[in-house]
């Protein structure tokens, strides 16, 4: 009880210098919880979302699912409609209908702006049934009635300002069609952002299936009583062919593992960087108790000479570390909800819509965060707390706040350049690995041991870093910079701390700078050395070209040739008889113009020939075939054919790599006209001196068609730049907390210094140093306390970076390049974040009394 007295004595007392650090472990907390609530509150919403869609039983064409709509041909797979009178008749339906569903369609307004979702949801059109009442009910207008009608959902509606009576052109692969709206549609449950749009059955079939009587599901509701199972099996009972079956559970199941695959690799990201979040906090917390034990040395000696034991001076500390993680971690769940709704508002105005209604808090997130808050801080605080149960009872007689631990120990020196050096070996392992795979453990395991190793043997690298940037930096500024890097130079092990929380943030910030400059860079490389063509024409969605889009581009002017490239599955069959799934590029002979790849055996061109392929000198490698041999190609729903191997083509590229070719009329011989894939891209090369006309030419006749783009290679460039420059700002603006906390350990440190050298700081005063030299002095040592930290960040974060892309090169990325601007606009960045974090307690410092500092004790 007297140590709970003590403890809570102790945390009231000095709650001011422990409220940097409360934030700290709140900061952290809440973007676990936040994280979590989050991606509960999306799974709840596709969960939902998706119960409300399922029927009792779906049938659905036999193969149907991961394949479902089938992108290649751009229309789904189908089913006759007079399977639903068939199934109509089982025992246990009370009724079946049929479906027409499709997201291989682009939705364009009388203006030609995409009415899709720009978060990556689908587009999904279909007919209007009763099992659509399920989710949805019309709220104006009404369902369409004819060809010339058509439907939208709400958020659509309200997003794009869209009004009954106006027009809608949809764009398919069977061609387009113009509809006004004649009814809008909301949905019961919450819509992530999928936009969605209705026709009469008739319509939809005939437009979005090429002809009517097919459907591409068909849903079943039981009779009362029967169960779903039951009804199941009863439908199979009436089926005599191969169809997908699948209960309401059953489809829901299926449905939130597709999406739930993609949540979880969210989730746990952002659950990384609230991790490195937490490892930057612990810095903070051990130095802030470390400061304290220091600064009550007297205190604690007086206790342990009334008769406190160290057991109880210990248990002193860590129960005042157990109170700072409680007080922090309430204070974090709470905020995490709030951090979630905020998320979900950013989301909603990035086209994702996530309501409120369906916030979901499991009782495991705020029992998750109080632990992780808790035991972070308690362990945080338990080598400070070990410290301050041995000191002596002789220590009252000294001065508070001498610290013990002036200079790094020999033994931390040793481990710090033992864990180092490993983590260097490891990194160099990884440069010269064979195989990506095996790299990337080595690199994994470089990273961890050269980060450990940096932070034990911090201390030791302060006294030399920072001697170093103060002749560089505050020299100039006379003996105010000589006191600043005293100061920073008084504690070694302090300054080390402190630096190594900046150091974390920073390291990864130059290590994802150093890998995306060298992606774009190998990728420019590639394209500059690899591709021939002009221009290259993709749809933003990965939806294939329609008939209408190909034949714009071969009608248009200044062009000299047009390359059509199709992905077609097979099955391929080796002579040492493994069989596996494959894609083959097929193409126009004039694609080994468009893209130029280098053979090992063979040439390419004659991949083209007459029932003939290349195939990658991996496959080569690992099957033991050769130029003229023939293996086994089984077309995806078409034939089966012995094509000769007439090129084997080099692996040691990242564009097309381990890609295998043939000619579009090989694959057009052994496939049905319908099966036979749309284009999933296509290439363009202009007339000689006309690139700037051609260009003009192709976008002219896609202009009515906003989901494809024509790109140069100018264009295809910047665009590949833009994408991982967006990548990087997510990534930047998650290790954004990691940097604040950081700065708030810079602060900390700073504020408990001023406590610390109160007298200090009022004797200096008092022999002359003014207001205006004694701020600067502090601004000035966090300036070098912030650009130590930003140097070892920046040097280890290039030297994993490098290593890095050395195995990015086994993947074809073989251009190092080291992104310049970048790292020095960090390290000047970093000398102004010191700046900022010294505005408080150089404030606090110049308002001190001077008679009543040199009175502290």
Not at 16 to 32: N, Y
Not at 172 to 177: P, R
Request: charged residues 20%; proline residues 3%.
């Amino acid at each position: 009880m007297t140590v709970l007295k003590t403890s809570l004595r102790n945390f009231f007392a000095h709650k001011g210098r422990m409220a940097l650090s409360a934030v700290a472990v709140l900061l952290s907390v809440a973007f676990v919880s936040g994280t979590l609530v989050f991606t509960d509150t999306m799974n709840t919403t596709f969960d939902k979302l998706f119960a409300a869609t399922a029927s009792d039983v779906t049938v659905s064409p036999k193969g149907s699912g991961d394949d479902e709509e089938n992108p290649r041909t751009g229309k789904p797979e189908s089913l006759p409609a007079s399977l639903v009178q068939t199934v109509a008749k089982a025992d246990g339906v009370k009724s079946a209908e049929g479906g027409v569903s499709s997201m291989s369609v682009t939705v364009v307004n009388s203006a030609n702006k995409d009415m899709g979702s720009s978060n990556g949801a689908p587009t999904i059109a279909g007919n209007w049934t009763s099992n659509a009442l399920k989710a949805m009910e019309i709220t104006s207008g009404h369902a369409p009635r004819g060809p010339t009608e058509v439907m939208v959902d709400a958020d659509t509606a309200d997003k794009h300002h869209l009004k009954l009576g106006e027009q809608l052109r949809t764009i398919a692969v069977t061609g387009d069609f113009t509809a006004k709206i004649s009814g809008i549609a909301s949905f019961k449950v919450t819509n992530p952002g999928a936009a969605v749009v209705y026709f009469d059955t008739a319509t939809a079939q005939r437009e979005l299936l090429g002809k009517e009587g097919l459907f591409t599901q068909i849903s079943v509701t039981g009779a009362d009583g029967v169960s779903d199972e039951q009804l199941k099996q009863n439908v199979a009972k009436t089926l005599d062919a191969p169809f997908k079956l699948q209960t309401a559970k059953e489809a829901a199941d299926a449905d939130r593992e597709d999406v739930g695959s993609f949540l979880d690799v969210m989730k746990y990201a952002m659950l990384g960087f609230a991790g490195i979040a937490l490892l930057v906090g612990i810095f903070l917390i051990v130095n802030t108790f470390s400061m304290l034990v220091a600064q009550r040395t007297r205190e604690i000696g007086l206790m342990r000479a009334i008769g406190s034991s160290r057991k109880q001076v210990n248990r002193s500390v860590l129960v005042e570390a157990l109170l700072l993680g409680v007080v922090g971690s309430l204070a974090g769940v709470a905020a995490g909800v709030g951090l979630a709704v905020g998320l979900m508002k950013l989301m909603g105005s990035l086209g994702m819509e996530l309501s409120t209604r369906d916030l979901t808090v499991k009782w495991t997130t705020p029992v998750v965060g109080l632990v992780l808050g808790i035991v972070v801080t308690v362990v945080a605080a338990y080598v400070p707390a070990r410290r301050a149960g041995k000191v002596s009872p002789m220590a009252a007689l000294r001065d508070a706040g001498t610290p013990a631990d002036g200079k790094a120990s020999l033994l931390r020196a040793a481990m710090g350049l033992l864990l180092t050096g490993g983590g260097a070996a490891a990194l160099l392992v990884a440069t010269r690995a064979d195989k990506a795979s095996e790299g990337s453990m080595f690199l994994g395991l470089g990273v961890v041991l050269s980060l450990i190793g940096f932070v034990v043997i911090g201390p030791l690298l302060a006294g030399v870093v920072v001697r170093v940037i103060s002749a560089l930096v505050l020299r100039m500024f006379g003996p105010v910079g000589r006191l600043a890097e005293r100061n920073a130079l008084r504690n070694p092990r302090r300054t080390g701390a402190t630096g190594a929380a900046l150091m974390i943030g920073l390291a990864l910030v130059a290590c994802l700078s150093v890998v995306g400059s060298s992606m774009v860079a190998s990728a420019n490389d590639q394209l500059d050395k690899s591709v021939g063509a002009d221009f290259i024409v993709l749809s933003g969605k990965g939806h294939p070209l329609v008939p209408k889009v190909e034949k714009a581009l071969k009608s248009a002017k200044y062009i000299d040739h047009v390359t059509d490239v199709k992905d077609v599955p097979v099955k391929l069959t080796a002579s040492d008889g493994k069989t596996e799934e494959e894609s083959l590029i097929a193409a126009d002979p004039t694609y080994t113009q468009d893209v130029r790849r280098e053979t090992v055996a063979g040439e390419l061109l004659a991949a083209y020939g007459k029932d003939a392929m290349s195939v990658g000198d991996a496959y080569a490698k690992e099957h033991g075939v050769k130029v003229g041999d023939r293996i086994k190609v089984a077309f995806r729903n078409g034939e089966s054919t012995q094509l000769k191997i007439a090129a084997i083509t080099s692996d040691d590229t990242s564009l097309d790599k381990g890609a295998m070719y043939t000619n579009i009329t090989t694959a057009a011989q052994h496939l049905p006209a319908d099966r036979l894939p749309q284009n999933m891209g296509m290439f363009a090369t202009a007339e000689d001196g006309k690139e700037k006309e051609a260009y003009a030419a192709l976008k002219t006749s896609l202009a009515k068609y906003p989901q494809y783009k024509v790109q140069n290679q100018t264009d295809f460039k910047q665009d590949l730049k833009d994408q991982i420059g967006q990548l990087l700002n997510i990534v930047y603006g998650l290790l954004a907390l990691a940097i604040i906390v950081a700065v708030l350990g810079v602060v900390n440190t700073l504020a408990l210094s001023v406590v610390e050298r109160t007298r200090e700081i009022g004797l200096m005063r008092a022999i002359g140093l003014s207001r205006r030299q004694l701020r600067r002095m502090i601004r000035l040592e966090s300036v070098v306390i912030a650009l130590f930290g930003a140097l070892l960040g920046l040097g280890l974060g290039m030297g994993w970076g490098t290593a890095a892309q050395k195995l990015l090169a086994l993947e074809g990325l073989g251009v190092l390049e080291i992104p310049w601007p970048t790292i020095i606009t960090v390290f000047v960045a970093s000398a102004f974040v010191g700046l900022f974090a010294a505005l408080v307690p150089a404030f606090r410092a110049g308002r001190m009394n001077v008679l009543n500092a040199i009175a502290t004790e």
